[in-house]
């Protein structure tokens, strides 16, 4: 027997991880390293809520808010690379 009012978790098919593992990767490879290396310290900050964003992501993953979990990937990549 069933419960009325139970939240029935999403299925996960490995889709968020692939986004939190690529989105970390390209704020680190193409935003961070690279600012590090040309010590181009204007881009820093950026690049730091770049990667803010994606561990928001992690923490709205963990919390079961997927629309916040996409928004924040996305954030982090459209600001890496640049818009």
Do not use: C, H, R, Y
């Given at each position: 027997m069933e419960l009325p009012n139970t939240v029935q978790p999403t299925p996960n098919y490995g889709y968020e991880l692939i986004a939190f593992t690529t989105a970390l990767l390209l704020v680190v490879f193409m935003?961070?390293?690279?600012?590090?290396?040309?010590?181009?310290?204007?881009?820093l900050p950026f690049c730091?809520?770049?990667?803010?964003?994606?561990?928001?992501?992690?923490?709205a993953y963990q919390h079961q808010h997927h629309g916040r979990f996409w928004a924040f990937i996305v954030?982090?990549?459209?600001?890496v690379l640049g818009f």
């Open positions: 935003g961070l390293i690279p600012t590090l290396v040309e010590a181009n310290l204007k881009q730091l809520i770049g990667l803010a964003f994606v561990f928001g992501a992690l923490l954030a982090a990549v459209l600001m």
